[in-house]
């Protein structure tokens, strides 16, 4: 057991609490979650930054000793990479993602250049009895609130946000609509249920006004999978309507034919059904296409209203409108008109006191 001072502190061990004082093991278990102290071997002049807990980005440079957790991830427009079977002090591993998800990476984006390599140093320790020196592995799932397989709502209206892929205006068009609903005098709770954990988009949404906010991640998930993601979302769903808002906006990240179980929570019958309404962000009108078709065909659901890139102009929204039958209105240009329609669609109605014009 050794003592390293730690230079950076990953966001996904965030449930951890970590000192900058950390004990190392000398044994570090190959587990998903499992937190580990690196060392950055090179320089990155692009994706060269870690999300801290605080939620504050950091620019990494060689050298930084850094804390972050073992992970997979499978992403469309970032590096792929997946959880060796060992780990070892002085291992050479990569950094996935800004949250600090650290595994092999086996797919580069070429926009990104090649991710950072660094040296494990080994197993962070915590240290759960008093007076003990008796060091355990930490592991992201210490704090965390457990998963859970029920599911209720309350009769708290929920507003699924789906995405046909990654950086189609998912975030973008949940954070406008709590603003709006926010604005109209609604409480508002939200949450991210499936990705690769980075708080990045959660605490955008608290900016926007929603009051109680939840990750994957506050559950213990690095990354969710097909497997995991239908109870990370009854989790979450049950854990942000017990503080009853008026409603809930859930993000689901990743797209509708992505690696981390969207398509899962869409297929689980008790989650279709506590969706009252969902809105599809979509980079283009093929894209929006066959996003509705999908979600029609595979999983009886109907979009509410298409959003993101598709519908960034008039000849992208009529076209879209045209091909799906289904409403397209703009996050960025038209928020509070993409409000009313979810509103309308949840039977909601504004606050007294709310501002029904912002």
Same mark, same amino acid.
């Given at each position: 057991?050794?003592?390293?001072?730690?230079?950076?502190?990953?966001?996904?061990?965030?449930?951890?609490?970590?000192?900058?004082?950390?004990?190392?093991?000398?044994?570090?278990?190959?587990?998903?979650?499992?937190?580990?102290?690196?060392?950055?071997?090179?320089?990155?002049?692009?994706?060269?930054?870690?999300?801290?807990?605080?939620?504050?980005?950091?620019?990494?440079?060689?050298?930084?000793?850094?804390?972050?957790?073992?992970?997979?991830?499978?992403?469309?427009?970032?590096?792929?990479?997946?959880?060796?079977?060992?780990?070892?002090?002085?291992?050479?591993?990569?950094?996935?993602?800004?949250?600090?998800?650290?595994?092999?990476?086996?797919?580069?984006?070429?926009?990104?250049?090649?991710?950072?390599? &660094?040296?494990? /140093? *080994?197993?962070? =320790?915590?240290?759960? +009895?008093?007076?003990?020196?008796?060091?355990?592995? @930490?592991?992201? $799932?210490?704090?965390?609130?457990?998963?859970?397989?029920?599911?209720?709502?309350?009769?708290?209206?929920?507003?699924?946000?789906?995405?046909?892929?990654?950086?189609?205006?998912?975030?973008?068009?949940?954070?406008?609509?709590?603003?709006?609903?926010?604005?109209?005098?609604?409480?508002?709770?939200?949450?991210?249920?499936?990705?690769?954990?980075?708080?990045?988009?959660?605490?955008?949404?608290?900016?926007?006004?929603?009051?109680?906010?939840?990750?994957?991640?506050?559950?213990?998930?690095?990354?969710?999978?097909?497997?995991?993601?239908?109870?990370?979302?009854?989790?979450?769903?049950?854990?942000?309507?017990?503080?009853?808002?008026?409603?809930? &906006?859930?993000? /689901? *990240?990743?797209? =509708?034919?992505?690696? +981390?179980?969207?398509?899962?929570?869409?297929?689980? @019958?008790?989650? $279709?059904?506590?969706?009252?309404?969902?809105?599809?962000?979509?980079?283009?009108?093929?894209?929006?296409?066959?996003?509705?078709?999908?979600?029609?065909?595979?999983?009886?659901?109907?979009?509410?209203?298409?959003?993101?890139?598709?519908?960034?102009?008039?000849?992208?929204?009529?076209?879209?409108?045209?091909?799906?039958?289904?409403?397209?209105?703009?996050?960025?240009?038209?928020?509070?008109?993409?409000?009313?329609?979810?509103?309308?669609?949840?039977?909601?109605?504004?606050?007294?006191?709310?501002?029904?014009?912002?």
């Amino acid at each position: 057991m050794k003592k390293v001072l730690l230079d950076k502190i990953g966001s996904v061990t965030a449930t951890c609490r970590l000192s900058r004082e950390v004990r190392l093991g000398g044994e570090v278990p190959a587990v998903e979650g499992g937190v580990v102290a690196v060392r950055v071997r090179n320089a990155k002049s692009t994706y060269n930054q870690l999300e801290l807990p605080s939620g504050r980005f950091s620019l990494v440079k060689p050298g930084d000793v850094i804390a972050g957790a073992l992970g997979h991830r499978k992403a469309l427009f970032g590096y792929s990479g997946y959880l060796p079977a060992s780990v070892a002090v002085g291992d050479t591993l990569n950094l996935l993602n800004l949250g600090g998800v650290i595994g092999v990476c086996d797919g580069v984006n070429p926009d990104l250049g090649h991710p950072f390599e &660094v040296e494990v /140093l *080994g197993q962070v =320790l915590h240290f759960p +009895y008093l007076g003990e020196r008796v060091g355990l592995p @930490a592991h992201i $799932a210490q704090g965390a609130l457990p998963l859970e397989d029920r599911l209720d709502v309350g009769g708290v209206p929920v507003v699924g946000v789906v995405g046909t892929c990654m950086n189609a205006g998912k975030t973008q068009a949940a954070c406008n609509l709590i603003q709006a609903f926010t604005h109209r005098g609604l409480k508002v709770a939200a949450g991210k249920a499936t990705g690769v954990s980075l708080r990045r988009d959660v605490l955008a949404m608290e900016d926007a006004g929603a009051r109680h906010t939840l990750i994957f991640t506050d559950l213990g998930v690095v990354t969710t999978t097909p497997d995991v993601a239908p109870r990370v979302a009854r989790t979450i769903l049950t854990h942000l309507a017990a503080d009853a808002p008026d409603v809930i &906006v859930l993000e /689901l *990240g990743d797209g =509708l034919l992505g690696l +981390y179980g969207v398509d899962a929570i869409l297929a689980d @019958a008790g989650l $279709a059904a506590s969706f009252g309404a969902l809105v599809l962000a979509a980079n283009d009108p093929v894209a929006a296409w066959g996003g509705v078709q999908l979600m029609r065909d595979r999983y009886a659901l109907a979009a509410a209203v298409v959003t993101g890139p598709a519908t960034d102009n008039i000849a992208g929204t009529r076209l879209t409108e045209r091909e799906t039958g289904v409403r397209g209105i703009n996050a960025r240009t038209n928020p509070a008109e993409l409000a009313a329609l979810v509103m309308e669609r949840l039977g909601l109605a504004p606050v007294a006191n709310g501002d029904a014009d912002a």
